[in-house]
Each structure stands twice: as C-alpha cells, then as structure tokens.
C-alpha cells in the first residue's frame, strides 16, 4: 500500500504553510497590535482563509446526497463545524478593535471637585472560611482611598462573622432569605444603603475571595469623569494556580485559562463598546444601579446580565484592564467545571430574558451581537469539541467516512486557516493559545457545558445556584474519576478502533478511499489529546505558597546576633532562609519590610542551602503579610507563555507519571 499516494502535491500544500509561518516572522516588524487597522488586516486575511475552506468543506469532502448514514453522518459533522466556524468569526470581529484605558486613567485622575466621593464596598459572601473572608477584609480596609465603607453581605447569617466584622470594624449585613442568590444578596444591601443619611456616590463589589490592590478605586474612579459611565469592570487575576496549570505542572510557564478573556478578549469588546460585567472587581456608579432598579434576577449569572440592564437604561460599561484584584481561582476540577456550567446557563438564561437579543427592549445591535456571540460560544465550542472525539470512531466501527478528503488538500485548506489563526491569536496575545492545552481546557467542561447550553435555551428557568467552592483541604491526591470515565472510555474506544483498524484487512483503515489519511491523523491527535485530558484528572496536593517576586534581603536575629540573608519563599506561617544554616529549634526574630516590629520565629528543618522558619504573626503582622502577598504589586502568576518552560514542565509532569 502507498503511504502517500500524492507525495508531490502533498510537497505543495507544505510549502503553504511554510510562507505562513514566514509571515509570522515578519509580523512583528510591520503589525502594531494597538492599530485597529492593523488587527482587521489580520482577521480579514483570516476571513478569507476561512470561507475558502468552508467552501471547499462544502463542495468536495461531503457523502453524496441520499437516505444514507455516510450522509447523515458527514453532513451533520460539516453542521457543527460551520457553527462553530461562524462564532469564530465573530470573536475574530470583536478582537479587531482593541481600547486601552490606562492612559485615560492617568489624565482624569481626582478629576471631581471637592472632597473624596463616597464609595460602598460591598463583599458578598455564602459559604466562605474565615480565612478567605479576612484577606478580602483587610484588603477592602487598607484602600487607599479613605472615604469608603466596607460592608459584609453575609448570606449565609453567621454569628461568628458577625462578630468578627465587629472586630474589624466592618459594616456587617444579613438578610431573612436567600431570595435571588448573589444578585438578591447585593440588593438587600443596595437597599439598605438608600437608607442612610449620605448614601454613596459608587459601589464596588468584591467576592468573598477577591482582594483589592490599594490602587483599586481611585483607579476606577478616573473613568468617571465620564458622566455617561455607569460601570468599570476590572480584570480578575488569580494567585493561586487554576486545574489545569496545577495538575501539569506549568505554574511558571502557562497562564490560568481566563488571562486570554480578562487580558485581551475584554479590551477589544470595550473597543466595540461591549464590555460586559463580571461580578467581582467592578465598581458602579450609585445612581446608576438606582436609576436601573439594581441586579436583575432573571439569569445566574448576575453580572452580565447587569450589562445589559445598564445598557438598556442608556448606561456605558467601559472596562480598565489594570491588575487591581486578585483571588482564588477554582482550585478543584469539580468547582471548575461547576463554575463555568453556571456561566453557561446564566448565559442562555439572558438569551431568552426580556434583555434578550431578540426580545423588544432599549439595547442597541451591538449589544445584541454581543449576546449572540455568547451564545454561539457556549452552543458550537464545547459540543464541536465532543463531536472532533466522537466522529472518528464511526469511522473506525462503521466503516462511515465524515470527511472524504485528501491530505494534500486538508493542509492546503484546513492547515493554512488553521496555522494563519493560530499565528495571529498568538501574535495579538503573546503566546497564549497552546493547542493540545487548549483543546484540553474545552474538553474537561465540554460534557456538563453543552448539556447546560441547552438546558438553559430550552428550559431557561427553575435551575439552583452553584456556588463554586473554594478553600478547603487540597493535601491528598485526588481522581476524579466520574470526570475522567468518558475521556477513559473514548481513550480506550480510539485506541482500539485504531488497532484494529490498522491489524485486520477487514476493517476500515484498508480501504481505498483518501479519507482514510485524514482519519487517521484524526484519530492519533484524539489519543494525545485524550490521554493529557484523563491526566488532568489526577489532582495533586496543594499547599500555599508565596515566591518571592525578585530576591529578598531579610535580617534573621538571634541570640543577640544579626544574620543578613536571601528569604526563598514566604507564606503566612513559614518562611524559607538561604545562607547560614541554623540547628532545629533554633530561636528568634524577623525582620521583614513592610512587616511591623519583629517577627517571632523558630527553626523547624534544614534546607541545601539554608533552613525553613515556623512564623509566629500577632494579629497586626498577620494584616501586614496579607496585604504584603495580596494587595501590593503587580498581577500575579504568569501573564504569557514560557515556551521553554512550558516544555521542560510538560516533559517533567509526563516523566513523573511514567515512573508512578
């Protein structure tokens, strides 16, 4: 059998993509990511690229029209990907403007007259730790900005918390109920405020685990100086890994999955005018909430859905993509696949509400594009996502081609589309788009995400809340195995079919057809990408850690003598010393910057190099080190792509689990 029946023309095709990737080369010397022009010249290319091969999708791979499964089969596949080619498409329109409002903010900062406008902090809490809800306290308290009031909503009515708050010197709030989940919770609050005797001018919301930096609201507030503004969203970073970078391994070299959104989806929808809300990190301004009757319950996902509210009212959401919280970002493959069902039911929910884009109200067409795009998001990505691991196997069981193309021709249509986009997205966002990863990322939600996209377009209403857990103990390893059966299962269905297929003539890979090239090379990607998903199941012990960002001189004293040396890593309850090595037990003090008085602390084990220190913070320390770790600096985590850290970490995490 001839491997490659069309080596020649496969030749061709290669020298395709060999011309895109040396226009990847060039692209930083001519392209200005800030231009507009710039990046619509990028996505029109790609536009192009795209309708060429969904047109030759269309006229040459399909099964002939008849009362066939090969039809129905190859048809319905050809359906999927086109839908989820058109809401590409419009994410490719969104991301060819782009608004940065940092210099905005440098100009309009104190642009009021007179004295500090008043600000409501509103930290919105159910089911939180102590621990968590005194980081977002103590952040909230050591603003910057001094004429502010910071309010515990507490939905959950705890004693404790409410004595707590007392200590603090916090504003504490609970309701009879929990009617309207989040969104009720911070109405209750919104209403109570009316009731005082000098109402605020803004109200900031904060999540239980989300901790402002100081900067954070005389930030936001600079973009006020529009009276048009009716809220700034700000981007949420984490400082903790998510699932996905912690199960592999890539910590220092892969971002969270939410930077490509909150870094440069969110500044080319406010380029639009259609940056939405998103719960935490954002600050509104007072009359405008009052002008709109405060958060719509219609949806669970009461932040975007706030959007639209302003919008319809006649309100702007404009978006200020700085680093001024961070927080816990799921730290179990459970709550992060609850998590982003949620956001995909709340987004169907919108999608049949009165604030629908097809339903009679206020909002402009954009705002409406803006829906539909979510829409096509949520329906096309995850279900397509199933369907690219489904499909090869009616192949490979059946005999049933879906695709009945040559490989020359896959690469000369699919592989220059495929390579331009991936060139482009990664060009516009330094890096971010990993295919295996990303690929990895969609299929661990795909399963409950699709079933929520159409649950909520059919069914929109009578769904409960999920709250995403955080915190917790994270100090076993963990399989989660219901979540990992059906990629186990496609693993094992793919694998085998493969053998088969290639081990016995009666099977489908010995037939004459072209199609076959394009399956196979299907099928092998689905096994890698199938195999790194069920990985990812395996959850690894966590524990808290805080590196410092650049080495750190620290005075350790004892016994009346002063040793100058390097801190490694800090945490609220160790610290690790390089330089003198100290017996067990050793006692003393620290001394760290922005910390006050001296640390208590004792030796608990020898390092290589050094030794780690058991902390010992009275409650004013404690504060300090919170807000040493949380809320000073800069974006936490990784914020682009190590490519050669991302391989020695992948290669790393492989080895381990080799030898396990």
Known sequence: MDLFPHLGELGASTVHLIAIGGVALVLPFVVDPRKDLHRAALFAVAFLLAFRYAWW???????PPGLTINMLASWSLFALEMAALVGSMSAFVILSRVKLRSEEADRNLGWWEGGEPRVAILIAT????????ERTIVGARSLRHQNKEVIVCDDSRRDWLRDFCAEQNVRYMRRPDNKGQKAGNINHALDRLAEDVVPPDYVAVLDADFVPHRGFISRTLALFHDPEVGLVQTPQHFFNPDPIQHNFGLVRSYPDEQRFFFDYMQPSRDGWGIAFCCGTSSICRWTALRDVGGFNTESVTEDFMMTLVLRNGGWKTVYLNEPLTEGLAPEGLKEYVTQRARWCLGLMQIARSSLGPLANNNLRLRDRWSVIDSVFYW?????FRIAAIVY???YWYGNITVVNARLPDVITYFGCYYLWILMTLNYLSRGMVVPILNDVSQLLGAIPITRAAFTGLFKPHGHPFSVTAKGGDRSKVQVQWRLMAPFLVAFVLTVVGLLIGIVFDGFAFNDAGDGKWVILFWTLYNVVVLAVTSLACVELPRR???VADKPERVIFRTEGTDHTLWMRSLTLDTVRLRGNVFPIETRGTLVLDDVPGELTAYVISSTTDGNRLQLLPDAEQREALFLRFYADG???????????ALIRDIARRLSVTSRS
């Open 544 to 546: 808290e850690i805080h």
């Open 392 to 394: 090869p196997l009616l």
């Open 126 to 133: 159910y089911n939180e730790d102590r621990e968590v809800l």
């Open 379 to 383: 329906c096309t990505t995850f279900s």
């Open 634 to 644: 800069a974006e936490p985590g990784v914020v682009r792509v190590q490519s050669a």
């Open 57 to 63: 999708r269309a006229t040459e791979t399909l099964a």
